[in-house]
């Protein structure tokens, strides 16, 4: 046989980026039989190029050819040795096989992909999936064109309309007995032709007992679907007999391709169903495409009616989904909100027309995105805070100790929070670039629950989590994902009704904000904390610390963070004082002291206060040398806000009321301290007023211009000569007032610190998980609502002048483990009060540059939200100045569950009834506010117009009434937040069985008062919403019951569940304890 040796050879040392694949392999070659000796296992360059695999001489890249490889007929096995990363060719021929070894195990996977598809079948089936690329663009010519010019003239918010929708029906489907009617429902897979599999794509709603059933839920196909006209859709009807146990038999099944769709007449298509051999009709169905136009017969027979004659292009007569005035799928939205799960429905109004509704569900990328910021900023600012501690300096025996206690507790946590972190950036990639990869590959939420029903998947393979962008809840006790919150997804409904203006329905679903991995055994957040501060002075006693109650505590980490932020300002400012002198600008010089003069009284404000003075006192008190001096003992339960007393304390202190003084300490001393930055202040503008008087002077005298250069001249060189020594008194005054504030309320911190160290740290870390959760899905619901809002000045305009409400719908019930869930969602909630957003403009618009900054400490952070340029120009200048946008979060609570009529029967709702309470008066104060600086005008208009102050008085009126699971509480509540332009939250225990039942009843309620949905579809309606829910991964109960502890994964004891049963009789009840009493004493023995 000949061949073209000189050929290969150039083919074989090529550049080295003309390869598919090359890479250093271990190669032998297996003997055909036992007798043959075998051959050593030599190290070789390999070089993949098309279907010829060259082996070279050598390990080296750039070495000749031995041997070439023609990869056709053979097999591709991988081997079964665990201990190597190893391959072998197997040749149809005969050929002794050829042993190819990796050294590492992902680089023998990536070599088995390379050489699987290098034979000519794999050359072919990329050759069509080429083909079909190029007729889709093809196709699609026309549109992308539009697109591109639109990107060119500015706007970003171009739509990617969906590829295709359509709706079905089926007539005279065979029945599987004549005593009974079949209960249709229609699965939906897509065939792949490639590949020939079939890939379960939606099913419909199951109708119940007619032969010409009618589905309400169609089937969309979202833009990042890879579809064409050459895709085919297989329709398999089934029949269900129990929907309890779902036990369903085949009736029939169809294919049809897009192509066929989309060209046929009228755009609807009706074909055979035929039995599984294909000898069989039992029915029809009909297929139609879903787009603009009026039923043609006016009238509607009844859902489960003989639809004999009827026409069944049943269709919106408003605007599509796909207008331009969609932003469900813009590229603004795409950045931060992934995996979208659409569904699309039809009901049909009063007036017997169709309104056409799509539900989209999608995850958010600020999941992980803003928790992982937020650990990193803990970490900052305990790190921050042991330097602060170490700076101290000199502390006497008894402080030191403490002190370095408390510098290990923190180092344990910091090391914690690392690991954590490093945990994280292992499931989500810790580069964005790496993440941004991933989206072309990325797995849906549809995908996942689907593969898995009860909504798990492996958190144990990184590239498979970090395809998807939330938490499921069977992992809420995973430690290392304990700041991620559960299940935080958006839910938008859009609605297209006739002869009505579109409207969209936003809700933010998550599970509720709390320690899961911690447990609940000894209570919430609210009880926790409540109990420590309760005994905070008992271990301030023990550890012979001071008691400072927790307004000082705050007060003391407002200051450090003030003259943190005011020292480098101040600094900067005086800088710019000196150059505006060397410009001998008098307009300049007067700005630049002006605002000198405002930041410098801030910061002698900030400073003015008695807690100060006292922690300065009480430093001075845990200096070796006073130790040394004096062997007073440090007193406790000292309010920071009262004056020490003056009298000197030669013997130790009877009175523990006080801190002790010495009579070598100046009191005095501090506020001369910070009075020399008021005076150095008051030098330079006294200065500035001598000059500038100076300068009028010389300018009446000056006729002569070259002497009036000359005085200029000089006068310019005296300004600063004049300033300089001033300002740099102002800034040495400056750094002594900071460093003795610094120390003093970092020492407040280390007592307080120092006296809660078994309980505080806990506390604290509990609080930063529960905070983590909370502000990940406040980010989501705020980003949700401004970009659905760019385009309303009104909300614009309530946005900087008042704020934005945030409404948390909660389910919880108070018995149990969800009281504690409760406890910490309350805290975790009030705390996003610390919260204030800024919109900035994104540096470009990459996704990566459009997610969301956090930045701050634990007592105040701010979110910065990017805008692409395009959109951050048309802002009101208040906004785009940096303004802070105020966030007013109110939690709203009813328990809806069996467990919440045990609590109200037989336990304590007073928690659920204060955190009503409390909150009304939060969003009544906020409804004020409004009122006086927002015309109502601008707030959105609905069909059922009621007045504001009428809602609010009524909900005022249930949240004071004593009714049992008022749910009237959380609609009033849910309707007061829509009408004030507000963010809404559901939330239950793990955002799935009572949370999908409450957004799947607002819907269909808002649809009906809203969009005059037909009262007879009603239940159908939410009928059809809730089973769509269901086939996405929703978990019926009794597979993933809402009760049992999720820290230890133990179910809830089994004698706690028949009480339910057991209350029909008074007698029986009395009996069931005495049975449980004997068998706790029982199992306790």
């Known amino acids: 046989m000949r061949y073209n040796a000189t050929q290969l050879a150039s083919l074989a040392t090529g550049p080295s980026g003309s390869f598919d694949r090359e890479g250093r392999l271990k190669v032998c070659r297996k003997p055909l039989s036992n007798s043959e000796k075998p051959q050593d296992i030599i190290e070789r360059w390999c070089r993949l190029k098309g279907n010829l695999l060259f082996l ?36 149809e021929s005969g050929d002794p096989d050829l042993y190819l070894q990796a050294f590492t195990e992902s680089d023998c996977k990536s070599w088995i992909a390379a050489l699987r598809e290098a034979n000519s079948e794999g050359l072919q089936k990329k050759i069509l999936h080429l083909q079909q690329l190029i007729m889709e663009m093809k196709e699609s010519e026309p549109a992308d064109c539009l697109a591109r010019e639109a990107t060119q003239a500015g706007p970003i918010l171009i739509p990617k309309l969906p590829h295709v929708e359509f709706s079905l029906a089926c007539r005279e489907l065979a029945a599987p007995a004549r005593e009974r009617k079949p209960n249709a429902v229609v699965q ?113 027979d009844q859902i489960a009616a003989d639809a004999q004659g009827q026409k069944y292009t049943l269709v919106c007569e408003a605007a599509s989904h796909g207008t331009a005035n969609d932003k469900d799928n813009n590229p603004l939205m795409n950045a931060v909100f992934k995996n979208p799960v659409c569904k699309v429905y039809r009901f049909q109004t009063v007036d017997s027309k169709w309104m056409f509704v799509r539900e989209q569900m999608a995850e958010c990328t600020l999941s992980f995105n803003i928790p992982k910021q937020l650990i990193t900023l803990y970490i900052q600012e305990d790190m921050r805070r042991i330097q602060e501690l170490k700076d101290l300096g000199d502390l006497s025996s008894h402080w030191d100790n403490l002190r370095k206690e408390v510098i290990n507790h923190y180092g344990q946590m910091i090391s914690s929070y690392q690991e954590t972190l490093t945990e994280l950036n292992k499931l989500t990639g810790n580069h964005e670039h790496a993440r941004s990869k991933t989206c072309n590959k990325k797995c849906s939420t549809q995908e996942l629950l689907t593969e898995d029903n009860s909504l798990c998947i492996d958190l144990t393979s990184a590239p498979e989590f970090s395809r998807s962008s939330f938490k499921p809840s069977c992992s809420k006790a995973e430690k290392y994902l304990e700041f991620i919150p559960i299940n935080l997804h958006t839910q938008r409904m859009r609605v297209s009704c006739p002869r009505k203006t579109d409207a969209a329905y936003d809700v933010i679903t998550v599970g509720a904000p709390a320690a899961h991995f911690q447990g609940f055994k000894n209570g919430g957040l609210q009880r926790l904390l409540s109990r420590f501060e309760a005994e905070k002075k008992n271990f301030s006693t023990a550890y012979q610390c001071i008691y400072y109650s927790p307004e000082n505590t705050a007060k003391a980490k407002e200051v450090l963070t003030n003259i943190g932020l005011l020292q480098p300002l101040i600094s900067s400012l ?98 001369r301290v910070w009075v020399n930055v008021a005076k150095s202040l008051n030098c330079i503008i006294a200065m500035v007023d001598r000059l500038e008087e100076h300068e009028n002077n010389n300018q009446e005298t000056a006729t002569d211009p070259k002497l009036a250069d000359v005085i200029t001249s000089h006068t310019s060189w005296d300004w600063q000569e004049q300033l300089y020594p001033l300002v740099v008194t102002l800034k040495d005054c400056v750094t002594e007032v900071v460093d003795r504030a610094k120390k003093s309320m970092t020492f407040v911190l280390l007592q307080e610190a120092a006296c809660s160290i078994h309980q505080g740290l806990v506390l604290k870390q509990r609080r930063d998980v529960v905070f983590s959760q909370a502000l990940a899905a406040l980010a989501c619901g705020f980003v949700m609502r401004l970009y659905a809002g760019l385009e309303d000045k009104g909300f614009l305009q309530q946005l900087h002048l008042v704020g934005l409400i945030a409404q948390f719908e909660s389910l919880l019930s ?21 919260v204030t957003f800024k919109i900035t403009e994104a540096k470009s618009e990459d996704p990566n540059d459009l997610q969301p900054i956090v930045s701050g400490r634990r007592d105040y952070y701010t979110v910065e939200v990017p805008l692409p340029r395009e ?25 809806i569950n069996q467990q919440q009529t045990l609590a109200e029967r037989f336990g304590d709702i007073s928690l659920q009834e204060r955190i009503n309470q409390k909150n009304f008066e939060i969003l009544d104060g906020y409804y004020k506010s409004l009122s006086e600086k927002v015309p109502l005008q601008y707030l959105p208009c609905f069909q059922t117009q009621s007045d504001l102050k009428e809602l609010l008085e009524t909900l005022q009126q249930n949240i004071l009434t004593k009714k049992r699971k008022n749910v009237e509480i959380l609609w009033l509540a849910g309707t007061i937040c829509r009408r004030l332009n507000g963010v809404r939250f559901t939330s239950c225990k793990s955002a799935k069985d009572r949370t999908s039942m409450s957004v799947t009843l607002e819907q269909c309620a808002l649809l009906r008062d809203e969009h005059e949905l037909n009262k007879d579809y009603f239940i159908r309606a939410l009928d059809c919403m809730r089973s769509s829910r269901h086939t996405q991964g929703e978990v019926s109960q009794w597979d993933d019951p809402e009760a049992g502890s999720v820290a230890d994964n133990k179910p809830t004891s089994r004698h706690f569940y028949p009480v339910a049963l057991l209350l029909i009789s008074s007698h029986l009840l009395v009996v069931w304890l005495i049975l449980s009493l004997a068998l706790l004493l029982a199992k306790y023995q």
């Open 56 to 91: 070279m001489k050598k390990p080296l890249q750039k070495s000749d050819p031995a041997e070439v490889v023609v990869l056709e007929r053979c097999h591709i096995v991988e081997s079964g040795d665990n201990r190597n990363a190893a391959l072998s060719i197997k040749f």
């Open 188 to 300: 939906v897979a897509v065939i792949n032709t490639q590949e020939q599999s079939l890939t379960a794509y939606s099913n419909t709603e199951i109708v119940e007992g007619t032969r010409d059933p009618l589905f309400l839920t169609g089937v969309t196909f979202p833009p990042e679907y890879a579809i064409c006209e050459e895709t085919r859709v297989k329709l398999t009807v089934y029949d269900v007999k129990d929907k309890s146990q779902e036990t369903r038999s085949f009736l029939g099944c169809t294919t049809f391709s897009v192509g066929d769709l989309l060209k046929s007449k009228d755009q609807q298509l009706t074909l055979s169903l035929r039995t599984s051999d294909g000898t069989n009709t039992v029915g029809t169905v009909v297929v139609s495409h879903l787009k603009m136009g009026e039923i043609e017969d006016g009238e509607v």
């Open 814 to 834: 108070t018995y149990s483990e969800e009281i504690g869930m409760l406890e910490d969602m309350e805290v975790g909630i009030s705390d996003l009060q610390r």
């Open 574 to 671: 005086a800088d710019q004082l000196l150059q505006a002198s060397q410009q001998h600008s008098s307009e300049l010089l007067k700005e630049a002291l002006k605002t000198l003069s405002d930041k410098t009284e801030q910061f002698v404000h900030a400073l003015k206060d008695e807690l100060v003075k006292n922690a300065l006192l009480a430093l001075y008190t845990a200096r070796p040398s006073y130790v040394n001096k004096r062997h007073s003992t440090v007193c406790n339960n000292v309010d920071g806000n009262e004056s020490p007393s003056k009298e000197n304390c030669p013997h130790p202190l009877k009175r523990q009321d006080s801190i002790p003084h010495h009579s070598e300490y100046d009191e005095e001393e501090w506020d």
């Open 871 to 895: 959109v951050f120009d048309v802002l009101p200048n208040e906004i785009k100045e940096g303004k802070p946008l105020q966030v007013y979060p109110v939690l709203f609570n009813v328990g």
